[in-house]
T-cell receptor, first 114, second 122 residues
């Protein structure tokens, strides 16, 4: 299994509903980041949560981190059609020589229907 | 200001040819990364440059792949004798703080990505 695995692989919801995506990882981390990717584009950073934080908010985004379960969730409230994209979690290793190396999961494809 | 710029945006090449992909990071960003993304997949780490330190090449899939970063700015990823399995989108990213104990800075810098180069090997 890979570090940073998201589930579900695909999520389809109606505009106005909340979308929740989960990410699990295996090794100790320094921080966990969520990125968004629109089709044919690069990734855009959404939010970063440090290993000593449990919850973080940014606009309609809410991220939680449970280091005991090695898992994180991304909640998008009151979703909009423009939120349609792929969402990736990425973990930054806590030790070793992997300074700054982010390991990405396979992503969740979110479709928000108007 | 300008974001991370990658060129070309699309590249079609014949099997066995060499290709060069270019990345212009954000000015002042000392860290630069190359990732590869196959269709519908996550990102595969290739190589990481951090300031003047030796690059982390642990993700390069074979010795046909190499990368350099000149003057601490522009980077070129070269793939020699391309194979069909090299077909993918190659993404470059840069960040402001390199992170890591050696720099005394935490790893907490987000990456800024370019739009990638879509490589097709026929």
């Amino acid at each position: 299994s890979q570090q940073g695995e998201e589930d579900p692989q695909a999520l389809s919801i109606q505009e106005g509903e909340n979308a929740t995506m989960n990410c699990s990882y295996k090794t100790s981390i320094n921080n966990l980041q969520w990125y968004r990717q629109n089709s044919g584009r690069g990734l855009v950073h959404l939010i970063l949560i440090r290993s000593n934080e449990r919850e973080k908010h940014s606009g309609r985004l809410r991220v939680t981190l449970d280091t005991s379960k090695k898992s994180s969730s991304l909640l998008i409230t009151a979703s909009r059609a423009a939120d349609t994209a792929s969402y990736f979690c990425a973990t930054s290793n806590a030790g070793g020589t992997s300074y700054g190396k982010l390991t990405f999961g396979q992503g969740t494809i979110l479709t928000v229907h108007p | 200001g300008a974001g991370v710029s990658q060129s070309p945006s699309n590249k079609v090449t014949e099997k066995g040819k060499d290709v060069e992909l270019r990345c212009d990071p954000i000015s002042g960003h000392t860290a630069l990364y190359w990732y590869r993304q196959s269709l519908g997949q996550g990102l595969e780490f290739l190589i990481y440059f951090q300031g003047n330190s030796a690059p982390d090449k642990s993700g390069l899939p074979s010795d046909r792949f190499s990368a350099e970063r000149t003057g601490g700015s522009v980077s070129t990823l070269t793939i020699q004798r391309t194979q069909q399995e090299d077909s993918a989108v190659y993404l470059c990213a840069s960040s402001l703080k390199p992170g890591g104990p050696a720099s005394g800075v935490s790893y907490n810098s987000p990456l800024h990505f370019g739009n990638g180069t879509r490589l097709t090997v026929t």
